[in-house]
């Protein structure tokens, strides 16, 4: 198969970069699970924005200072500064934001910032936003996605990308020739124990990464996120209690139901106070209790926490809730530049798979959604000026061997523990 551009993921930032390129370009877009099962979908707090100057130097501090200052400034700034144009553009795509009585847009804040400078809708902000790229997508002609299609290699040669080794939902193996990849694959969650990620993803594009030399980045600096509902259940996906909750006023009671902690810490600090308290009270969780907010405010503005906590047994009006941290979110990933360039030529890296340093050793709440975007419009933009010098020769192309993917089970265990390996290895040079 050839074409024009191979976009690995169909998130927010896959959907994004392919919305940006051009409409006579054919684009294939291949998810691993259907289109809806993207960890974008599964965002509940919101999306940043700067909404004037006068916070743009509030914001740059707080996302640097969360992320230790080993943050890019330059990555954080161009995300600042793209961030009115990407909502401006969001809400064409008919992304719905909560706004106030005048009309105007409402902000919320959450643990980590200085002021109210994120968007939202409802606790369902992820899939506001992820829908609507996802409606557009399916209405342009040139984009086909592709579900139940698993990447399972790279095909390049002298560290040039030109497609990927590809297995459909029907186990059929086969080469997907492009002038152009892009990978949007997401991020490592399936990896862990408890994470609020989906479990189909599992470090693909790191694993590929890692077969063929292409550069990493800070693959060990994995985000917790503080509060998800506790379960039992081993295999269940942890649901995630947003943070915007605490934003809004919800407080963190140890065993005995005193509160011991500020909630609005950012993360990285949060979680460690979290297992200290645990730890002390010899509990496999805290407690949240949402008592300080409005019964109105919790329905209005967090009907999907409110729901899944019933569906489980909790009121959260008048109860408090055991919560415990969870893998969340990837601030490594494959290392590119501001354009989304990896260091193999004509492949890029977009969303939870890429380190553009945006994010540093840890991320400030609600960037992700807003860096994925940015920096996808970017990778297409570098794509448009982008000429392909060298076309795919008959050599490449038989190159390709099916047989060498036969084992996919075998494979997939391969991809997992390389993973595993160097973000272990890393931790330990630490």
């Not at 909502?87 to 109210?116: P, Q």
């Not at 399916?138 to 497609?163: Q, S």
Request: include cysteine; charge should be negative.
């Amino acid at each position: 198969m050839k074409t024009n551009i191979l976009i690995v993921g169909a998130g927010c930032a896959g959907l994004y970069c392919a919305l940006h390129l051009p409409e006579d370009m054919e684009i294939l877009i291949i998810t691993k699970d259907k289109a809806e099962h993207s960890d974008s979908f599964l965002a509940q707090g919101g999306i940043c924005m700067l909404r004037d100057e006068s916070d743009y130097d509030c914001y740059f501090e707080d996302t640097m200072r969360a992320g230790h200052y080993e943050n890019n400034p330059k990555s954080v700034e161009i995300m600042i500064r793209s961030s009115k144009s990407v909502i401006d553009e969001l809400m064409h795509y008919g992304a719905d934001f909560k706004r106030n009585k005048d009309g105007s847009l409402c902000f919320t804040r959450e643990g980590g910032h200085s002021a109210k400078r994120i968007l939202f809708h409802e606790d369902i902000t992820g899939e506001e936003i992820t829908g609507k790229l996802l409606a557009e997508a399916r209405r342009r002609p040139n984009i086909k996605i592709a579900e139940y299609c698993t990447m399972l290699d790279l095909l390049c040669r002298d560290n040039v990308c030109f497609g990927a080794a590809v297995c459909d939902g029907d186990g059929r193996i086969f080469s997907v020739y492009a002038d152009f990849t892009v990978l949007a694959c997401g991020g490592i969650g399936g990896l862990y124990r408890h994470t609020t990620n989906y479990r189909h993803l599992t470090g693909d594009g790191i694993a590929v990464a890692l077969n063929h030399g292409v550069s990493l980045k800070h693959i060990n600096y994995v985000q917790i996120h503080p509060t998800t509902l506790y379960s039992e259940e081993p295999e269940e996906k942890s649901f995630l209690i947003s943070e915007s909750v605490r934003g809004e006023g919800a407080v963190l009671y140890n065993a005995k139901k005193e509160r011991f902690v500020n909630e609005l810490l950012p993360r990285d600090v949060l979680t460690a106070e979290i297992y200290a308290q645990m730890k002390k009270d010899n509990m496999p969780y805290v407690w949240l209790s949402m008592e300080h907010i409005s019964k109105e405010e919790l329905e209005c503005h967090f009907p999907n926490i409110v729901s899944h906590c019933r569906d489980k047994g909790f009121d959260v009006f008048h109860e408090c809730i055991p919560v415990v941290p969870a893998q969340h979110y990837f601030m490594g990933g494959i290392e590119v530049d501001l354009d989304s360039c990896t260091s193999m030529q004509r492949l890029f890296a977009v969303g939870e798979t890429a380190c553009n340093g945006v994010h540093g050793k840890n991320r400030l709440a609600s960037n992700s959604l807003l860096e994925s975007l940015v920096f996808a419009r970017r990778a297409a933009e570098k794509i448009k000026e982008s000429p392909v010098e060298e076309k795919i020769s008959e050599t490449a192309a038989e190159a390709f061997d099916a047989s060498r993917y036969q084992d996919r089970e075998v494979l997939a265990e391969i991809y997992k523990k390389n993973v595993r390996n160097e973000i272990e290895r890393l931790n330990n040079y630490v």
